[in-house]
Every structure is written in C-alpha cells, then in structure tokens.
C-alpha cells in the first residue's frame, strides 16, 4: 500500500513538473522581447 502511494506521488509530481516545464517552454519560445519604439516615440 505504502509502495503504491508512493509511486502515485512520484508519478503526479513528475506530470505536474513537465506540465510546468512545457508552459515555461512555451513562454519563452512565444515571446517577443524584440519590440522597438515607434520613430516618433520620444522618451
């Protein structure tokens, strides 16, 4: 029983670790950090 509830943890953690991890992905590969300021843009 122990070994079995153990092995559900393990097995949830991990899906939520690659769930996390594939958002982050996602995140970074979809930004666009590159935005320039319009021409008549004065600071």
Do not use: H, W
Request: charged share 20%; hydrophobic share 50%; with cysteine.
């Amino acid at each position: 029983m122990l070994k079995r509830t153990i092995n559900l943890l393990i097995t949830l953690a991990l899906y939520e670790l690659g769930k996390y991890l594939t958002e982050q992905l996602i995140i970074v590969l979809t930004a666009n950090d590159s935005v320039e300021a319009p021409n008549d843009f004065c600071i």
